[in-house]
């Protein structure tokens, strides 16, 4: 072989090695950048999820914080409601306080619809006078109407206890099942209604209750029934001052 013909190989050997170890390198170098840039995302991608975490676990701490401000700022309200319910609650008065009581133990079912552990401003068909007023602590209102209560008004004691509530303005006792009503009711100055309708064994009814009529006061009766020893004849007859 001619002698610049290996020269010419030779050289062509040596600039192929030199290309092969450049592409080499530059390989090398692409993967090691390749690696460097995997590993800042990872590095980046670590540092994000750690912030998002710690970024939630901040927002979970403002909302706990969140909720229980707002949870004292309900409970602190709620207080402060009660204290002014309670502020402005009708105050019971010891008298007609101890006359209800008695009262509910003349009816089974007073007892069960009357709570002993139920504030007696709540009773159902109890209202007491305004705070502040005339008749404040005092019974105005005495509703046992539809209920079917079955009081015996009969004796001395139930007919004194509805007497001793003499600043009562306005006694429902429609559908009772009164058999009797006692002469006392006459006497309550304040009265200025009093229902006895459908009570079908009530039959006669004192000659005291006239003088409601002499007060503006409204009696409504069933028809049949005796005031005294005069008899209504009118159904839903309602006696009131003319």
Known sequence: MLPHVRANQQRQLQENKIRRAAATADAAAAAAAADRRAHYNGINRDNQIRNNHEAALQAQQLQNVTDRRKAQLAAQELADRNEERQRRAPRVGARDQNVLWKLRKCSLKLQHVWDEHTPM?????????????????RVVTLVLAYHNYCL????????????????????????????????????????????LRRNPKLKRVPENLLRLRERNATVQLDANVKIGWVIVKLANFVLRRK
């Open 152 to 195: 015996d008004l009969s004796g001395d004691k139930p007919g004194s206890l509805l007497a001793e509530l003499d600043a009562l303005q306005y006694l429902d006792l429609e559908n009772c099942g009164l058999t009797s009503v006692p002469a006392a009711l006459g006497d309550l100055t304040c009265l200025r209604y009093l229902c």
């Open 121 to 137: 401003t709540e009773w159902s068909g109890v209202t007491f006078g305004e705070t502040g007023g005339p008749a404040e602590g």
